[in-house]
């Protein structure tokens, strides 16, 4: 039985329901998080208050937890989605005492036949989307830029936006730039500054303070995890496309952006104890292995009861030497499967 089951019997919720804001802070996500599993995936409220409040039933509640337990694990968002959808579809009758909804009262989502997978999207789309995304750019054409961002967002989730929308467009454009002089220079700068923004808009993460890990405290896979590019290294966007994907799984995270020192690295993860720090560098000449030892090496906590971090090497910068430990994954969906793996690792840990 959920801890929301648990709770709700014998008390006013298993009538009246839970707004968004108590279920956000029973599961530790932001109201933003529900609103937006709601609004992408259909896992919704089946009941809604007059004015359209969101009221969350005990079914509900176990049909969120289900999608927060297997995204914190690193299941991707459709994937987890769809498997809680299942788990309400069998989920037997109504609760009692609880009205039946109509059928055209549940999210949209919810009514196209959630049990069976999304259908892989044909190449065509995407391509399509591309070339919307670049003659916007080269039109300088800001209100369309961002509603074709936000489209690709919403019809393909955020990681497939990124891997197949805006990493090639951005190349793209890149390439037109590099052939063509200065020329172009105004079309990049434009797309990337949209393309953060969208990224910026779909980093939902909460972001209270969390202490660093130490006995009795918070365990290194609560702390926030710490992402920065290494001295030298302006280009950030891969970083906050990592940093928004995390935000939509809920993980707690530290974005500290483009050329961050590394006392400043150094500062972070003892005062924060993260169980993984993400160091990106985009060209050789940034990437710094004794950097990515100094950092791996890195201590927190009381003595006795010391951890240290496991450092991911992102980007292309770091092709070449290996270091010991380090995890070195070759996409956005890949990174977010080895940190939830980590963080998994570091929970069963502490429940030892």
Partial sequence: MSEGRRRGQGSDS?????????????????????????RRYGLG???????????????????????????????????????????????????????????????????RQPARPAPKQPPDTFVRR??????????LDAPTLQDLLADAVESHSLVTAWQEVMVPTLHAVGRKWEEAGDRYVEVEHLLSWHVSRTLHRCATAPT???????????S??????????VPGEQHSLPLEALSAALGELGVPQRMFGAAVPVEAV???????????????????????????????????????????????????????????????????????????????????DRGR
């Fill in 45 to 111: 409220p089946a009941r809604r208050d007059p004015g359209r409040h969101r009221r969350w039933s005990e079914r509900d509640v176990a049909m969120v937890e289900e999608m927060g337990r297997l995204t914190s694990s690193g299941v991707p968002p459709a994937e987890a989605a769809h498997e809680a959808l299942k788990l309400l579809d069998h989920g037997g009758g109504a609760e009692p005492g609880a009205q039946q909804p109509r059928q055209d009262a549940l999210p949209r989502q919810r009514q």
């Fill in 208 to 218: 209270a303070p969390t202490a660093p890990a130490q006995p009795g405290g918070a």
């Fill in 220 to 229: 290194a896979a609560e702390a926030p995890l710490v992402l920065a590019c």
């Fill in 130 to 139: 591309r070339r919307g995304l670049s003659r916007a750019a080269v039109r």
């Fill in 14 to 38: 298993t009538v009246t329901g839970l707004t968004t804001g108590a279920l956000a802070r029973r599961l530790g996500v932001s109201p933003t998080t529900l609103r937006t599993w709601d």
């Fill in 266 to 348: 150094s500062a972070a993860v003892r005062r924060t104890g993260p169980a993984v720090v993400v160091l990106w560098a985009q060209a050789r000449s940034t990437a710094s292995v004794p950097l990515a030892r100094h950092i791996a090496d890195t201590r927190w906590g009381m003595r006795g009861a010391r951890g240290r971090p496991v450092v991911m090497l992102a980007g292309p910068g770091w092709a070449g030497p290996a270091v010991r430990g380090a995890l070195r994954p070759t996409s956005l969906r890949e990174a977010l499967t080895q940190i939830g793996r980590v963080r998994g690792e570091a929970e069963a």
